[in-house]
């Protein structure tokens, strides 16, 4: 991150050494990613690039390399103070792609979160990809906000748990934390797939599962993201459903922040963050010193 670093709005890239110029609202979005930046750090910003190069090469098979550049280019814009969420996004205007920034304050942490059922079917096209779908997902959470909740959940047509409008959705049955099965009709999370893999390799049980909401009553239901972490489920909006005490929730979190490590942009320009295209790295996980399994029991 530089000094003349960008200071917010959106801004379209035009190309290698060409810089950024003032954009839009995009006219065609199709790829989005987001991650938390906060005096500098970040969590795990392997994964978040990997995920957007992946729906790139897929949407309009962009080369790795050339997304690598934007990705570089645009971390090199994020203040280095202050908690920042920016956006990338990659947009068609006539026909051809475009890459965009959009440098945005991060609002507040949200501690706990109220969870709407939508009644709704999911008519999502492209559940995998984040940011082909996105205004139908705003309008769910839009809806969601109206009965008094934080996110919609939204639920299979038989009515099994799939994910949250902006969350993956996990909860813990004794010992086991559980997650509905990766299918075409859910988003790879990076904060799920982070918390799956810190649990299992300290010892803990992790199952997957495809339960009614009803079925999910009165344990410790998390809604996770990379903007809020882990927001434990304080209330099923217009449901009987009971919801069971968040006792792990904090330790988990304060595990997530202790991943945060200096933007890796440079790295990045490098081309050692990500050697391969679409690698899954950990490092920046495996960087953290991993707490005590003890402490993970309960």
């Known amino acids: 991150m530089t000094a003349g670093a960008l200071t917010g709005g959106r801004w379209r890239w035009a190309g290698p050494g060409c810089g950024f110029r003032p954009a839009t609202e995009p006219p065609g979005l199709h790829v989005i990613d987001s991650w ?30 050339h997304t ?75 809806l969601a906000v109206t009965e008094g909740a934080d996110e919609a959940l939204i639920v299979s047509p038989d009515r099994r748990v799939r994910e949250g409008s902006t969350t993956s959705i996990l909860w813990w049955r004794g010992n086991t934390l559980c997650v509905p099965p990766l299918s075409a009709n859910l988003l790879a999370g990076v904060t799920r797939a982070l918390l799956l893999d810190a649990v299992s390799t300290r010892g803990l049980r992790v199952a997957t599962e495809s339960p009614t909401p009803t079925e999910l009553d009165g344990l410790e239901v998390w809604a996770v993201n990379a903007l809020h972490g882990i927001r434990p489920v304080a209330e099923w909006i217009g449901t009987s459903i009971e919801t069971g005490p968040a006792t792990r929730a904090a330790r988990w979190n304060a595990y997530l922040d202790g991943l945060a490590v200096p933007h890796p942009a440079d790295r990045l320009a490098r081309g050692d963050l990500i050697p391969t295209p679409f690698e899954r790295k950990q490092a920046d996980a495996n960087s953290a010193s991993p707490p005590q399994s003890t402490e993970f029991r309960a």
């Open 36 to 65: 938390l930046v906060s005096d500098g750090r970040v969590r795990a910003f392997g994964m978040h690039a990997e995920r957007f190069g992946a729906a790139c090469s897929e949407l309009f098979a962009l080369p790795w390399a």
């Open 68 to 142: 690598a550049t934007f990705l570089c280019a645009a971390m090199t814009q994020i203040p280095s103070r202050g908690r920042w969420f920016p956006r990338v996004e990659l947009v068609a205007q006539g026909g051809e792609p475009h890459f965009q920034l959009w440098v945005r304050p991060a609002p507040p942490r949200g501690k706990t979160v109220r969870l709407w059922i939508s009644d709704k079917p999911d008519l999502r096209h492209r559940p995998t990809v984040k940011g082909t779908d996105l205004n139908y997902l705003l309008e769910l959470r839009r």
